[in-house]
């Protein structure tokens, strides 16, 4: 090969070499982060999955807005979103699917979904609701200071209650707890309770692990009288009759039925003098905004961002009236830690699965 060979070769290896180098300096891989002329990180789309709990074109109609508000977030925060991308998911279970596998980058899903898919998902935000005047851990505080009412002050999680209606038994439960007695399980076992199904946290599972705390491992399937309700209507009009003495539910559920109480169903005296509360169980956790460990977006940096973004979102009447579709009021911070009472009921989902 003469000079003129070494030359041409040495030409077209210097060109593929600095093609090789071109190549890598623009970023092959997908993951890369690229920024613009404003010098944020741009981002092409992100997609977000809503749990169905209320009709999805309900959903997709109120949640709109929050496209337009997250990209304006976002940008002051160094990162341009080109598209959001909002869905509502067939199931709770369907939006936990697409977080797993990577296909969508954020859920709005409840502390119990978030527990079943925890390998591949990362609780960054817990919603915030309206607290309440009570929230003693001693049901004797709660019938000491009727009647419970609504505060300012936000809160991440709620408790379910035991309530003892005006049966001749709840009166019987009520008066052993306001007198500091213990209540047996013969006491316990022995009345008429109504529960919701058991993929109800409030009215179901939390419940549940109270007796089997309290009770030496016994449980909702050990009492001897359980009726499961349809709704929460349902069990508190029940509980106003005396059909059942003991009702389980979230711990506002007499502020919501106080009205109907004797209005509707019936009842001779006010919800607040007709019941008291026996059981308070442990904290429930809100819902929570996860993100997928998967998604290629989701660096810490970033989830960082979307933590602030979404919190300042949630104090606007704007964002206020996007997140009101979940009842939600703002939002805090959160971790896995959080959330570990919920592994524990998720296990108890399991048995009636």
Request: proline share 4%; hydrophobic share 35%; charged share 20%.
């Amino acid at each position: 090969m003469g000079i003129k060979g070494f030359a041409k070769k040495g030409l077209m290896l210097g060109a593929v070499v600095a093609s090789s180098l071109l190549l890598v300096a623009c970023g092959t891989d997908d993951t890369a982060e690229v920024t613009n002329e404003n010098g944020n990180i741009q981002i092409e789309e992100l997609s977000i999955g809503f749990v169905p709990s209320r009709q999805p074109d309900e959903i997709l109609t109120q949640t709109e807005p929050l496209k337009e508000l997250l990209t304006e977030e976002m940008a002051g925060l160094g990162y341009d979103i080109e598209n959001i991308d909002i869905t509502v998911g067939t199931s709770y279970e369907a939006v936990g699917e697409a977080l797993s596998a990577g296909t969508t980058d954020i859920g709005f899903i409840p502390g119990v979904t978030y527990v079943i898919y925890a390998d591949d998902a990362n609780p960054i935000l817990t919603a915030t609701r309206y607290g309440l005047s009570n929230d003693s851990e001693d049901p004797a505080d709660w019938n000491a200071n009727k009647p419970t009412e609504n505060t300012e002050d936000q809160v991440t999680y709620y408790k379910s209650l035991i309530y003892a209606g005006p049966s001749e038994k709840g009166r019987a439960l009520a008066e052993k707890v306001n007198n500091g007695e213990e209540l047996s399980w013969d006491d316990i076992s022995s009345a008429n309770w109504g529960v919701m199904g058991p993929s109800s946290s409030a009215g179901f599972i939390y419940p549940y692990m109270w007796l089997q705390e309290n009770y030496d491992g016994n449980n909702i399937n050990n009492l001897a009288n359980t009726v499961q309700m349809d709704s929460y209507g349902t069990m508190m009009g029940r509980l106003a009759s005396g059909q059942i003495d003991v009702a389980v539910g979230f711990a506002d559920a007499r502020l919501d039925y106080e009205e109907q109480w004797q209005n509707e169903f019936g009842a001779e005296n006010d919800i607040w003098t007709d019941t008291d509360v026996i059981g308070v169980t442990d904290n429930i956790m809100n819902d929570t905004i996860s993100v997928s460990k998967l998604s290629d977006i989701m660096t810490d940096e970033f989830n960082a961002a979307l933590q602030e973004a979404f919190i300042n979102i949630g104090e606007t009447p704007e964002g206020q009236e996007v997140i009101s579709i979940y009842n939600h009021i703002g939002y805090e911070t959160a971790t896995p830690e959080d959330y570990e009472p919920a592994v524990r009921a998720q296990e108890i989902i399991r048995e009636y699965e």
